[in-house]
């Protein structure tokens, strides 16, 4: 086959650029805290992919060589053969050590990424920072998909454009960029998870590239050979004289920085928080290879050697990170990351030099049609794994009724912070307040409000993860519980609601070390002045109630820790099939972990003579706190939360709340 698209001039600084932003991505997925922006790193991948492929496109358009098939002919070598290659051992090891629920979800991971929509399906299931995104071994095939999204559909507009009038091309491509940039703007803060995830909030980081690319390409300095215009002649692929060649380089450099180290998880992004990578490397990519960070940093050997194997690099850290931390879990993460690193590496250069390398460059016409069948044929059998048509080795009845508690979570929640959620149509109220230790509830008061509509009342939510009931307690990783809790004593004067219910994960803010902090009092842990202001507040807002003849009940904490949530009944073995354990932990234990803060709250309730609820009396016998029932059922979805089926049937000193009236405490 006879190239009809040009190349353009090899350039080892944007190798450089590749090794940046590939170990940007790594260093974060396993050591967060030393680039915290590190997630980053995948737009500086969309900015230089932007350029690389439209420079293709645009020298191809303007000769008049351009061929589709051609285009997506080397799209095929460049990108399938790693792909197939990680698709195929991820499917392997997920047979062996997955069970059947996420071996189902492996399946449809697998199919979204071979047909490129990663990040549609992603998008309709959880957001990227979540607890369950650790969960899904092909997390990362999300900006994979965009990239083909947008050259499926790229090449197309360009063509057309061209074949109109070439002169609206540069209008057009910056009113697409400002459009999907003002879009993600505007959506980024109200709709965080879409705009991260879906193309038209994103394209615009490519399109940087491609104006890069344009502005290069008819300059007429980018093909050196056509142009003759030396290396060494001291300008620019945009004819800038060395001096500004530099600071647009150190320019870039410094935004690159920001980006890596100013942005972090609490950011809201994208949006302007993704101006700084993406700018930074167009302004790198810019200066040419002959500016200082490009040619003194950026074009050194080892930087080179992992911009070339940076895609295949970022398609298996992902994957072996995920293995990883299921078959080894009580490994350091510092251990863990260091082998994540190295065998990504590894992996990345094999699958580089022995399998893309002899697909990549080979001139065959038929080595096109069988990457993309060999890809096509990889999405059926993910998508027959995600249709049951496939089992995982690990596949019976015990093993799959452990791992439907895993995660599972009924409280519907709310759609703004601070708001509250009602159920029940009664004009007598129970208000719920508390953390996610109260959420976990719903189901038992969910199932009265359905089933005693005449007897129940009606219940008031307000909550949120991760927050306190104590009025002035704040939290900076949790924004939300700012002023949550601090104006609640007005519903102590609404006459409707006639009890109120308390509940939290209590030694999580008083018996560790946190960042929590009472304002005025310090810092929430054991010893400090800020836990006495803390149970002043409470005590005076349960005070507040009970002055208001309100019937309040203080839920005590439930048992937590290791032993008790559904991921500690097993163990995986790569070799052998899972092995089921009993759980548990000891009563005394548990006691001894937490009892100095509950008698504080138990002081509370006797101050205000108030009913104290602990749900030890439930939960545990004299001996042990168990984590099954005695048919195998887990009792918890996780080490700190009860399983919604458990609350459902079992948990009923919630009855007398909402009922009105004394109910036996007993599972």
């Not at 439930?618 to 099954?628: I, R």
Request: aromatic residues 12%.
């Amino acid at each position: 086959m006879n190239p009809q698209l040009p190349h353009p001039a090899y350039r080892p600084d944007i190798d450089g650029l590749r090794a940046v932003a590939v170990s940007s991505v790594v260093v974060f997925h396993v050591a967060p805290a030393y680039v915290p922006g590190g997630f980053s790193g995948v737009d500086v991948f969309f900015v230089i992919s932007g350029y690389l492929i439209s420079t293709i496109l645009f020298g191809g358009l303007d000769r008049g060589t351009f061929s589709m098939i051609e285009f997506y002919a080397r799209r095929a070598r460049r990108i399938f053969p790693a792909l197939i290659a990680t698709l195929a051992a991820t499917f392997l090891f997920g047979w062996l050590v997955l069970v059947d629920s996420e071996f189902t979800a492996l399946g449809k991971h697998i199919a979204a990424g071979a047909f490129f929509v990663s990040n549609f399906v992603l998008r309709s299931e959880a957001g990227y920072f979540d607890t369950a995104a650790e969960q899904k071994p092909l997390l990362h095939l999300w900006s994979l998909g965009i990239e083909e999204q947008y050259y499926i559909v790229w090449p197309l507009i360009l063509l057309a454009a061209f074949r109109m009038r070439k002169g609206i091309t540069p209008g057009l491509l910056v009113a697409l960029l400002l459009s999907s940039f003002a879009l993600g703007v505007a959506r980024a803060p109200g709709n965080p998870v879409s705009t991260f995830f879906l193309p038209p909030t994103r394209i615009w980081e490519l399109l940087l590239g491609s104006l890069l690319a344009y502005l290069t390409v008819f300059r007429g300095r980018l093909w050196m050979q056509s142009a003759n215009v030396p290396a060494s002649d001291g300008r620019s692929l945009l004819g800038l004289p060395r001096r500004l060649q530099d600071i647009l380089s150190l320019a870039g450099l410094l935004l690159l920085g920001v980006g890596l180290w100013g942005l972090d998880k609490s950011k809201v992004f994208p949006g302007w928080w993704a101006l700084p990578p993406t700018v930074g490397t167009f302004l790198l990519i810019a200066s040419g290879p002959n500016g200082w960070a490009n040619r003194r940093l950026l074009s050194g050997r080892f930087a080179v050697f992992l911009g070339q194997i940076s895609f295949p690099l970022y398609l298996w850290h992902w994957p072996v990170l995920f293995f990883m931390r299921l078959l080894a879990p009580r490994m350091s993460e510092g251990a863990r990351g260091l082998a994540v690193v190295l065998l990504s590496t590894f992996l990345a250069w094999i699958t580089y030099k022995y399998i893309e390398g002899k697909l990549r460059f080979s001139k065959a016409p038929s080595v096109p049609i069988f990457l993309s069948v060999a890809l096509a044929v990889a999405g059926g059998i993910g998508y027959a794994a995600y249709k049951g048509a496939i089992l995982p080795r690990n596949n019976d009845a015990s093993i799959n009724k452990i791992f439907r508690a895993i995660g599972e979570w009924d409280y519907p929640g709310v759609a703004t912070p601070g708001d509250v959620l009602r159920i029940g149509t009664s004009p007598r109220k129970v208000l719920f307040l508390g953390d996610s230790n109260i959420e976990q509830y719903w189901p038992r008061v969910e199932k009265l409000v359905r089933e005693r509509k005449d007897s129940a009342r009606a219940a008031i939510f307000l909550t949120s993860g991760g927050c306190p009931p104590i009025p002035q307690v704040r939290e900076a990783a949790h924004p939300n519980c700012n002023d949550l809790f601090d104006n609640v004593r007005r519903y102590a004067e609404d006459p409707a609601i006639e009890a109120v219910v308390i509940a939290a994960s209590w030694s999580g803010y008083f018996a560790q070390r946190t960042t929590y902090f009472i304002e005025g009092a310090g810092t929430l842990h054991p010893g400090s002045p800020g836990n006495d202001a803390a149970f002043r507040n409470l005590s005076a807002l349960v005070g507040a109630f009970r002055e208001n003849r309100k019937d309040v009940y203080l839920i005590l904490q439930i048992p937590q820790g290791q032993g008790l949530g559904p991921q500690s009944l097993f163990s995986r073995r790569l070799l052998q099939k899972v092995e089921i354990r009993d759980g548990g932990v000891g009563r005394s234990e548990v006691v001894g972990r937490m009892g100095n803060v509950m008698e504080k709250l138990r002081e509370i309730g006797e101050r205000h003579q108030v009913k104290v609820i602990d749900p030890l009396d439930v939960l545990c016998d004299s001996q042990v706190c168990p984590a099954v029932l005695p048919d195998g059922e887990p009792i918890y979805k996780d080490g700190a939360h009860l399983r919604p089926s458990f609350v459902r049937e079992r948990i009923h000193f919630l009855d007398e709340a909402m009922l009105g009236k004394r109910t036996a405490d007993g599972p």
